[in-house]
């Protein structure tokens, strides 16, 4: 059981550059999310789903896309890298089918740089 | 807007001292609060949660503590240790699938 793995670890993109970061649970877990940090900074959530074939926006989402088209993945696509998206990113899984009810179980993170 | 904040950014404690981490929050529609723990170079690490109908819950070495009058939530250590330096987060959830968290209170646990 691996939990919640991300790839790559890092990334250094160049501006107008566009890139897939992989984000992949195996809990069976229907609810996934990307989130970002930046320094001094709590997680700020960028797109979520609760389900294959269902995503919704958070609180930073633009620049940014997602999919959900099985259980397993969530890949957050960056369309058109800005500096501005120089962040740690995030993902996250849980089980709860009905809002945050359960604990989130976060991936180990994918540090990205665009210059 | 409404936000998840911390009281003090920085923490220093002396190994085997209780450590008080204190977080306030404006949304009294918020009904689920969790306390996560980030070490360097990790993702957030769930510590405990505690629901808007519940005023305290504890688990191994820690206690949450609700203040709804208030709006207050504080996470309580006994007898810290080296491995609970860490950066800790609290977050409000309003039963919408949404997570909010706080800037974050770094700890340091002194030998």
């Known amino acids: 059981n691996a939990g919640v793995t991300q790839t790559p670890k890092f990334q250094v993109l160049k501006t107008g550059q566009s890139m897939t970061l992989q984000c992949a649970q195996d809990?069976?877990?229907?609810?996934m999310s990307w989130y970002r940090q930046d320094p001094g900074m709590g997680l700020r959530l960028i797109h979520y789903?609760?389900?294959?074939?269902?995503?919704d926006q958070g609180e930073v989402p633009n620049g940014y896309n997602v999919s959900r088209s099985t259980t397993e993945d969530f890949p957050l696509r960056l369309l058109s890298a800005a500096p501005s998206q120089t962040s740690v990113y995030f993902c996250?899984?849980?089980?709860?089918?009905?809002?945050?009810?359960?604990?989130?179980?976060f991936g180990p993170g994918t540090r990205l740089t665009v210059l | 807007g409404e936000s998840v904040g911390l009281h003090l950014p920085t923490l220093s404690v002396q190994e085997g001292d209780n450590s008080i981490i204190n977080c306030a929050y404006s949304?009294?529609?918020?009904?689920?609060f969790i306390w996560y723990k980030q070490e360097s170079g990790k993702g957030p690490q769930f510590i405990i949660d505690?629901?808007?109908?519940?005023d305290k819950r504890q688990g191994q070495r820690v206690t949450v503590l609700l203040n709804k009058t208030v709006k207050h939530l504080s996470l309580q250590i006994a007898a810290t240790q080296p491995g609970d330096s860490a950066v800790y987060f609290c977050?409000?959830?309003?039963?919408?699938?949404?997570?909010?968290f706080g800037a974050g209170t770094t700890v340091t646990v002194r030998a």
């Open positions: 996250a899984s849980s089980s709860s089918r009905q809002g945050i009810a359960n604990e989130q179980f």
């Open positions: 809990m069976n877990h229907e609810y």
């Open positions: 789903s609760v389900g294959a074939g269902i995503t």
């Open positions: 949304n009294s529609a918020s009904d689920y």
């Open positions: 505690i629901r808007s109908n519940m």
């Open positions: 977050a409000e959830n309003k039963n919408d699938y949404k997570l909010s």
